[in-house]
């Protein structure tokens, strides 16, 4: 008779295969023989108390955040996620902004206010970009005496959880490997989405930038000179995915072959390429900007080192060409110790984007921290030093006026780098340099190779976009691309989901902006003041909002954003009636 309170464990004995395609290895279970366990030996997760919870009563679409009592520091966000009440870590995995100040909608839909990051509300998995890492999800456990819920001191520290990502493939069909051109935010989206989907075939990812992916926006904003502190992953998390990274670089793509072909001149086979090369900054075409040193274009960390060295000791003259964002952020990171000059075409900076009231209000505060502006101007040269011919010593602009410099910055723009695919006699390059692609990334008129980020050209079928052929140079929508990649190659038959394209800016207060107004808008809401860095601006197309950008209305751009994926934005006339963003309801 088996003894009272006892149970047996006999798993069968097996050797357990992943689906079928390039094989994962193999995991074998070893399986002793029957015998009673105590259930009092089996390990019981612990339980922690919640505070001051002593019933669960939210309803679709509400949350509230929660202390753990015992753990120091310890919260979590207690929620409605489709009628499931759910509890998990209650921070964004990518910058840890506070989840409950974030947009929730009625079916689960979880939005970081800062960044858009989405995550399920049910699972903790991600939905959208620009966080990698999932949400812990604990089980909720009701008692007379309270709320607890059940799970690891640590895991509740950490708040968050790593994706699924192990996979030891062993060779396998060559009809199942992915190559990777690319080390940036679309090349980590598509393949930290192919393994959470489940995809067991080889992956090769291809860069020329001498270190693995690495979170790029952090240098224009704070000129970060050491990729360690803003690497995404290491090497052993490639390494468990079994991703294989190589340091060269690409020079053509034989596509009758299917194989790309390297400066090494080593060739790739691949089943499915994904070409994320991304973007080259653009020189300026004029006198003494290809021979002087110390003018410097920004788009690696090695671009971001030189800045910095040349700098040294603070208290130079740096003059930043381009008024646009790689540019104010450039003036706003350096000018607490540097004379910082900026000259920019436009009357206002960011004015094509954002529009004269909103660039002028930016401006404004960056003068409050000593930055001048030379607006509607025109560089005519670079000058070399007295002191040093080799160097740059002064820019001239167009009217003659002479502003002496240290060292130049240039951010005016950036092209898309397909310089490897000009001689390609099978490909097609758009006028701008970018591969016009489906919905799904897929390249028109070739087989099996998808294009993302800032070389892709694709249909947009935001507010405003009508479909049209739209490249977007975000960080959060090359990364989101990728994911959709990752999608279709796992699931053809998937259909791609609508997201909507967010960027933020370090400009003295955190700038965010969602939608796209490439196709043209032709009225701005503002509700607010931007010299003051409290507004939200709201770029119209007749009675449509094509996008908005906002700064210091948290989670005014989230509310945004989710409410412009539903097709549920106000209208042109509501908002200029005064309505408040962040009272409109979200549909069911």
């Known amino acids: ?247 060269d670089e690409v020079v053509d793509v034989d596509l009758v072959n299917k194989a790309v072909v390297t400066k090494n001149k080593e060739r790739y086979i691949y089943s ?80 094509r984007v954002l529009g004269k009231e909103v660039g002028a209000g930016l401006q404004k505060l960056l003068e409050g921290k000593g930055v001048k502006f030379y607006m509607s101007a025109g560089v005519d040269k670079a000058e070399p030093s007295g002191s040093n011919p080799s160097k740059v010593g002064s820019v001239h602009l167009k009217d003659g006026t002479k502003l002496e410099a240290d060292l130049v910055v240039l951010g005016v723009g950036v092209a898309p780098s397909t310089g490897y695919l000009k001689e390609n006699k099978v490909v097609r390059l758009e006028s701008d340099g970018s591969l016009k692609t489906d919905e799904n990334f897929l390249v028109v008129g070739l087989k099996d190779v998808y294009a993302i980020g800032d070389i892709a050209s694709y249909p947009y079928h935001g507010p405003g976009g009508q479909g049209n052929y739209t490249r977007i140079e975000h960080w959060n929508v090359a990364q989101n691309q990728g994911r959709v990649v990752a999608h279709h190659i796992v699931n053809p038959s998937l259909k791609s989901e609508f997201f909507t394209p967010i960027f933020w800016s370090a400009l003295t207060g955190q700038l965010r902006y969602c939608g796209n107004s490439m196709h043209g808008w032709d009225e701005l809401v503002l509700q607010g003041n931007p010299g003051e860095g409290k507004f939200v601006a709201y770029y119209c197309k007749g009675e449509t909002v094509v996008a908005m950008a906002s700064m210091g209305v948290d989670p005014a751009m989230a509310k945004s954003a989710e409410l412009m994926k539903l097709g549920a934005m106000p209208s042109k006339t509501e908002l200029k009636g005064g309505l408040d963003i962040l009272s409109v309801p979200l549909p069911a």
């Open 1 to 247: 008779m088996i003894p009272a309170r006892s149970i047996f464990l006999r798993p069968p004995i097996a050797r357990v295969f992943p689906k079928s395609g390039p094989k994962c290895k193999p995991i074998f279970q070893v399986n002793f023989p029957r015998r009673p366990i105590s259930v009092s030996a089996v390990r019981a997760m612990p339980l922690f108390k919640l505070k001051d919870v002593s019933s669960l009563s939210l309803q679709p679409g509400d949350k509230q955040e929660a202390e753990v009592e015992g753990v120091e520091g310890g919260k979590v966000l207690l929620l409605n996620a489709g009628g499931k009440i759910s509890a998990m870590g209650p921070k964004c995995t990518h910058y840890g902004a506070p989840l409950v100040k974030g947009v929730l909608t009625k079916g689960g839909r979880l939005t970081c206010p800062w960044h858009g990051a989405c995550f399920n509300g049910q699972t903790g998995d991600i939905e959208n970009a620009p966080a990698l890492d999932a949400l812990p999800v604990f089980k909720i456990v009701e008692k007379d005496d309270g709320t607890y819920i059940e799970g690891e001191e640590a895991t509740i520290k950490a708040a968050k959880r790593k994706p699924n990502f192990k996979c030891g493939v062993s060779g396998g069909a060559l009809a199942d490997k992915v190559v990777v051109v690319g080390g940036g935010s679309g090349a980590i989206g598509a393949i930290e989405g192919l393994r959470e989907k489940g995809f067991t075939g080889p992956i090769t990812m291809i860069t020329n930038e001498g270190y693995l992916p690495i979170d790029r926006t952090k240098l224009s904003k704070a000129l970060i000179t050491d990729h360690t502190k803003i690497q995404w992953r290491d090497e052993e998390w490639f390494k468990s995915g079994s991703v294989d990274i190589v340091h």
């Open 272 to 351: 499915k390429l994904i070409l994320a090369t991304g973007g080259s900054p653009r020189n300026l075409p004029v006198q003494g900007f290809k021979v002087l040193e110390n003018i410097f274009l920004l788009r690696t960390v090695h671009d971001a080192k030189k800045i910095v060295d040349a700098i040294g000791d603070k208290g130079k003259k740096i003059v930043i060409v381009g008024s646009s964002f790689i540019g104010m952020e450039v003036a706003n990171a350096t000018a607490a110790d540097n004379t910082v000059t900026v000259i920019g075409q436009e009357t206002v900076p960011l004015e």
